[in-house]
């Protein structure tokens, strides 16, 4: 444990600097509160900016904060500066005023939210206003030095695909902004294409979320646009999307020819490169939809063009006619597999669609993904540079750094993958990460923050520009650490991993932080002893028997309950009791499938008992689960846990049966 000077020293860090703050510099208090003042002709994130300095500043301070006062003031401004850009922002105290000044909107927010950090004391860790920590204080100061910050990674996103709870999404939009990220990733999907709502997933889901789960455009204009507007986050309509530009619903009845064939028979079911990519007509229609799709949504900075998830192309003559393997179509795909022909095929279609966008939207880039068996740069086909691919880091090992050498062999192969990309690509480089380890993980521990750490900069010197990551907004708290610590490297190129568990610590949990501690720094003890051995860390669900063996969880409960004697507000009563929740949640999924592991073992030596040993973890061990399913708070799971643990129940009822 830190001796208590030094933590509170440490706290007094920002976002992305080691910078203590000092006096002599532009001061306000309780008796003299300041006033925030902007310019007639603010643009609303500019406008929006100033009305959270008010908010928080008079939570701080204890007073209301007016429009008009006599006291020091705070001014924002925009004002272009190529040093700065269009993100960053200049803190400057001038006698009795603090300038906050953005390159543009955006970047004024992230000013004023740094202000609060670094002068007022704030932590913004968790989702809503029970995630953050706001400090009562006499005074706030701003040192004399001006302080200018810019973003080290040019994309900062979270990844929005299910129409979870639209309160909880809206905090996540919120938590995005105050912690620096820019880009909203969206995936969306024709309503009128919309499947028949699972039954198995409405027995977990409440009412206003019985429909299925995929997020519609009018969904998106309804709950979230409004919020991203405001701040002025920028949009990314860029995941698994080929068949939204061509849909089946509209076009196959009358052109079936433009999808692919497979197996000798066009098909709407078809995935991955799903359309037939040689038919011009089809081509040009997707092209159509995609300009039709910008010019109805100006806010849109990249639109993807992603093939849909799975294996496979279209084997069509005029398609294969032009690979170099004439049995590239009709190879099965793999995970670390790779198809140099349909990477060819599918950058030649990015490529079409961005020369085509090039002179109506000099200002969007196209997306486009290297996953799977994409993972690599085409041969065959190069890419413009108003392109942004991604690449996937899917199924990385999570307890050791992408790196050159000192790693698995398994993030090496990423790390040459991204030189290769780094050698041959003109456009913006990003990866999509998984660091809540995949919807495998099940809202389970996935303790990746240290190594999230370690990854960047080697990240940064292969010239790859950000990051998108995969987190829904049920099961965001789950993982705030992880998302934390990308924000904190996407600012930095000096990262303290103990200062991002300080600050996430005492935003989320106050004044217990110390009490709550041995919960994470356990788990963070299991991924270092990990990363000592030959294993690699894989997205499993499983994998809460590593962190939460039968040695952490008395010492957890323990610090829960410690916790919880120790609060001295309702607000922190509340986020350790979610905790306390999550932990129970932890510990019985642990005895869940530590109990399936002895009947696994009992397989092939003894198929009759072992049938029997799985009805008993159905039976017994499967209901409390359940429940816990049930009770766990808003962001510490979701709608989408029961469809993904009926991937682990379905083959144990199968098997189970006599």
């Not at 080929?242 to 098909?267: C, K, M, T, V």
């Not at 540079?385 to 050498?405: F, H, K, M, T």
């Not at 520009?465 to 990308?486: D, K, P, R």
């Amino acid at each position: 444990m830190r001796h208590p000077l030094l933590l509170c020293a440490v706290l007094l860090a920002g976002l992305a600097t080691q910078q203590v703050l000092a006096g002599d510099g532009w001061q306000a208090s309780d008796s003299s509160p300041p006033v925030v003042l902007h310019p007639a002709d603010a643009a609303p994130p500019v406008q929006f900016a100033a009305e959270e300095l008010r908010s928080y500043l008079g939570r701080i301070l204890g007073v209301s904060l007016a429009e008009h006062s006599p006291g020091p003031a705070i001014r924002l401004q925009v004002r272009s500066d190529a040093e700065l850009g269009d993100e960053g922002f200049e803190i400057r105290a001038e006698g009795a005023n603090c300038w906050i000044t953005g390159g543009a909107p955006l970047g004024v927010l992230f000013g004023a939210y740094e202000f609060l950090r670094r002068c007022g004391g704030c932590r913004f860790s968790d989702l809503g206003p029970d995630g953050e920590h706001v400090p009562r204080r006499a005074v706030i100061e701003a040192p004399r030095e001006p302080l200018r910050l810019k973003p080290q990674l040019w994309y900062r996103g979270l990844q929005f695909i299910y129409t979870e709870d639209p309160d909880l999404a809206r905090q996540r939009v919120d938590w995005m902004a105050k912690n620096g990220f820019n880009y909203v990733m969206h995936r969306l999907f024709w309503e009128e294409a919309l499947p028949a709502d699972d039954a198995a997933e409405l027995a977990f889901m409440p009412v206003h979320r019985a429909r299925d789960q995929r997020i519609t455009q009018a969904w998106f204009d309804r709950e979230l646009a409004p919020d991203i507007r405001r701040r002025g986050l920028k949009l990314d309509m860029n995941l698994h999307n080929l068949l939204y530009w061509l849909p089946p619903h509209r076009y196959f009845q009358n052109h079936p020819e433009w999808y692919a064939l497979i197996d000798g028979q066009r098909s709407t079911k078809a995935a991955q490169l799903c359309i037939c990519t040689s038919n011009a007509q089809a081509v040009a229609t997707l092209v159509d939809n995609v300009k039709a799709y910008l010019r109805a949504h100006r806010e849109v900075k990249i639109v993807g063009v992603v093939p849909e998830d799975g294996f496979g192309m279209c084997q069509c003559a005029k398609c294969v006619a032009r690979d170099a393997d004439p049995q590239a179509a009709f190879r099965r795909g793999g995970r670390y597999s790779e198809n140099p022909d349909k990477s060819t095929r599918y950058h030649r279609l990015l490529s079409q669609v961005a020369d085509a966008l090039r002179p109506e939207f000099p200002d969007v880039l196209v997306g486009g993904a290297a996953y799977v068996d994409l993972l690599r740069p085409a041969p065959h086909a190069a890419l413009p540079e108003n392109s942004n691919i991604w690449v996937a880091l899917y199924w990385r090992d999570g307890c050791r750094p992408i790196a050159a050498q000192n790693t698995s062999k398994l993030n090496q192969g990423f790390y040459d993958i991204l030189r290769q990309w780094q050698q041959a690509y003109r456009g913006r480089l990003t990866v999509y990460e998984y660091y809540m380890g995949m919807a495998a993980q099940k809202s389970l521990p996935y303790p990746m923050s240290e190594v999230i750490c370690a990854d960047w900069p080697n990240l940064k010197s292969l010239g790859v520009q950000g990051a998108v990551i995969q987190c829904w907004t049920s099961e965001h708290s789950v993982y705030a650490l992880n998302n934390l610590a990308f924000a904190r490297c996407a600012w930095s190129d000096r990262v303290d991993h103990d200062q991002v568990l300080d600050d996430y610590l005492l935003g989320a949990f106050g004044s217990v932080a110390e009490q709550v501690r041995p919960v994470f720094r356990g788990m963070l003890q299991k991924v270092r002893a990990l990363a000592q051995g030959d294993k690699d860390l894989l997205p499993n669900a499983e994998n809460v028997r590593i962190f939460w063996d039968a040695d952490a969880v008395g010492p957890a409960q323990a610090a829960v309950d410690h916790a919880r004697h120790k609060a001295v507000s309702d607000r922190e009563r509340r986020q350790v009791d979610k905790l306390a929740a999550a932990v129970r949640y932890w510990s019985l999924a642990a005895e869940f499938f530590a109990a399936k592991a002895q009947a696994d073992q009992l397989k092939k030596s003894d198929p009759r008992q072992y049938q029997v040993r799985l009805r008993q973890v159905l039976e017994d061990n499967w209901p409390p689960l359940a429940a816990q399913l049930r009770a766990l708070p808003p962001g510490w799971g979701g709608a989408l846990l029961p469809r993904t643990w009926q991937r682990v129940l379905e083959p144990m009822r199968k098997a189970a049966q006599p």
